[in-house]
């Protein structure tokens, strides 16, 4: 078979792919978008069609993916962490009905946040749900890992979570294709008595899951993602997904000989696990997030020397590298070139040329004359606003938050109760805010910065793109004389503010559409109508 160089997110939609997936469904978002761009590019060289179009949010998607499972087509689900609080719901209750097609959930994870707004770790979300859950090593395991995961979906009639992190999502390696399988044909089951969670239904659904435990960490026992590299020595290292990589690294540099069990399937290998620990005194626990395993290891072994995050071994926050590995076993750290004082970091800022500039400087003008200069924002390129030169938005909590926190904030009598989203985020999860401002005719302005395009990770299209969002805010209640539309740009600065300052001024709910075109994603069309790369 062939051989390709592959980003990580790459190879887990190859191996969907050649699995014999028939949908993909996904919200973007850093780590985990190149998983469904890469199944958009390529599925239409596949002899059976892919659905493969991006879902309004992560609820949506999930969702979605499982009623292709119940109809008995497998189907993929991509989110990064955060993403998996909003399809938790779809998630949780899944494990609860179970499945009919090979369901996956793959789910990115951010340690040191480079793009999010947490560390959260997805393990944890497995653990809750009582699931499978994959976490492999290498882009060659993901993509094996990945044609397994539908196959063992199937088999437990589970769904079942394939996490990475960010360095392995994007990060190249060669991977080695295998045979390609043909999709599913359909076969929607009719079994309310699995799919219809009424409380009988549920309780005894609910037992069956619990019954499944011990069939799930057999299989973990006999998973080659576990596996035991054997080594002298009192200290042993129990490595996780990616960290075993680091702790690998680290023995070759090294020339060290101590036992390592690799782990990446979970119910944790608990057979193989006890049999690391009858050889050594000491066991290192390097597990990428959250010490999900540490904290079950303290528990199963609460006597013997465990290290790790828990006990400051290896650093509560952030991400593992091999340095940090190598200094928790015991090996002085090397010595680093200070950082010349003239180097200095440069901030994140908006692009150049950019609507939202424009935006920020007539909303500052008209809050400047307030007294009250409270922005909510919400997440998404608009977010800079936060910083110099603009200093414009006060919160950014989570996707959709500033349209309800405005609303609170005016229950509270704040004055005028500003926010800013948009307009991929505002048909994510703004959309229900709005209709709680419109139920509760609460004084907010929600100025709604459309650039036509999900900027923020690469330019995908959303459920906002094409104009719709006039028609979604008058149908949600608006009154349509408080729907505005401004153009920010520097020669309608004065009309803009004019505009603004007459909204915010509005005792209850308006709108402004800051409608605008991503200049990147101006450019990128342009390029494109001239065939330059």
């Not at 989110?79 to 179970?98: E, R, W, Y």
């Not at 909510?376 to 110099?388: K, M």
């Not at 048909?427 to 709680?436: E, I, K």
């Not at 006039?470 to 020669?491: F, N, Y």
């Amino acid at each position: 078979m062939k051989k390709e160089l592959l980003l990580g997110a790459e190879a887990i939609a190859l191996g969907a792919l050649d699995g014999g997936i028939s949908g993909v469904y996904a919200y973007p978002g850093t780590p985990s978008t190149e998983i469904t761009e890469y199944i958009q590019k390529n599925s239409h060289q596949r002899k059976e069609p892919v659905r493969s179009a991006w879902s309004a949010n992560e609820k949506t998607a999930y969702e979605a993916a499982l009623g292709m499972s119940y109809a008995g087509k497998r189907s993929l689900v991509c989110m990064k962490h955060v993403g998996l609080n909003v399809a938790a719901d779809a998630f949780i209750n899944s494990a609860i009905t179970g499945v009919n097609g090979g369901l996956v959930v793959a789910v990115a994870d951010d340690p040191s946040m480079h793009s999010s707004q947490n560390e959260q770790d997805s393990r944890v979300y497995g653990k809750f749900a009582m699931l499978p859950v994959l976490e492999p090593a290498s882009q060659q395991e993901l993509y094996d890992a990945t044609r397994e995961a539908f196959d063992l979906s199937e088999s437990f009639r589970l769904p079942v979570l394939l996490r990475l992190t960010t360095r392995l999502a994007h990060s190249r390696a060669g991977v080695e294709e295998r045979e390609v399988r043909p999709q599913n044909r359909l076969n929607a089951i009719h079994a309310p008595e699995r799919f219809v969670l009424m409380p009988h239904n549920a309780r005894r659904q609910y037992n069956h899951l619990l019954g499944m435990q011990n069939k799930l960490e057999a299989y973990s026992e006999q998973s080659w993602l576990n596996r035991l590299i054997p080594g002298t020595g009192s200290t042993g290292v129990l490595a996780f997904g990616i960290a075993f990589n680091y702790v690998m690294e680290v023995r070759q540099a090294y020339g060290m000989e101590f036992p390592v069990l690799k782990t990446g399937c979970y119910p944790m290998p608990r057979k193989a696990i006890e049999d690391l620990f009858s050889r050594c005194e000491t066991v290192l626990v390097a597990e990428e997030g959250y010490p999900v395993c540490e904290e079950l290891l303290r528990g199963y072994f609460g006597g013997r020397n465990i290290r790790g995050r828990l006990d400051g071994t290896l650093s509560r926050a952030g991400e593992l590298n091999t340095d940090s590995v190598a200094k928790a076993l015991g090996i002085a750290p090397k010595k680093l070139v200070p950082v010349p004082e003239i180097v200095a970091n440069r901030p994140p800022a908006l692009c150049k040329g950019c609507g939202h500039r424009d935006l920020y400087e007539a909303l500052n003008t008209v809050m400047s004359t307030c007294s009250e200069r409270h922005v909510f924002s919400d997440i998404g390129c608009y977010t800079l606003g936060a910083l110099p030169p603009f200093n414009s938005i006060s919160t950014c909590v989570d996707m959709g938050a500033s349209i309800t926190m405005a609303k609170g904030a005016a229950d509270a009598g704040l004055r005028p109760a500003v926010a800013v989203i948009g307009d991929s985020t505002f048909t994510h999860s703004g959309m229900t805010g709005l209709l709680d401002a419109v139920n509760d005719q609460a004084p907010i302005t929600v100025i709604i910065a459309d650039n036509d395009t999900t900027a923020m990770t690469g330019g995908q299209n959303s459920s906002a793109t094409g104009s719709k969002l006039h028609a979604i805010c008058r149908g949600i209640g608006v009154d349509e004389q408080h729907i505005r539309t401004i153009i920010p740009l520097k020669s309608r600065l004065e009309e803009n503010i004019a505009i603004l300052r007459e909204e915010i001024a509005w005792d209850g709910v308006s709108v402004v559409l800051a409608y605008r075109e991503c200049i990147e994603a101006a450019a990128r069309k342009k390029r494109n109508r001239k065939g330059t790369p």
